[in-house]
């Protein structure tokens, strides 16, 4: 197996893609928050110092989305069609933060898939720190993606993620 990203001379390059088709692309990522259980039951309750926490964690989720190609020095700039932000709350402690994004073009989306689900992470923990800042964001990973040369990736996800 060979990196794209890396010429003959291990050269670190941007892929070429004009030669590509455009296809329908999917991709869905996630990251989750822990917290202590007050900071939760605040968070859960809408009473944290900073407002409305799911509301700027989405907004800011859908702007890093669109903003992934600035941050990640290989990626192309694309033609999202679609983010979607979502935030599953699982007591005492979790916050699971799912981003769904769309697009028909000629590379995938799963990066801003993950910057998505990250920079939604980082805006919680952001939003909570004044109560909290013992919080940690794991689980980072792409759930699925589809379309494309190399087709539909669905993660098998382990007992502890």
Known sequence: MQLSHLDGSGNAHMVDVGAKAV?????????EIIMQPETFELLCRGALPKGDVFSCARIAGIMAA???FELIPMCHPLPIDAVSIEFETEAPTCVRIRATLRCDWKTGIEMEALTAASVAALTVYDMCKAVDRGMVIQNICLLEKAGGKSGHFVRRMEKNE
């Open 23 to 31: 296809t329908s692309r999917m991709a869905v990522a996630q990251a």
């Open 66 to 68: 669109k903003r992934t």
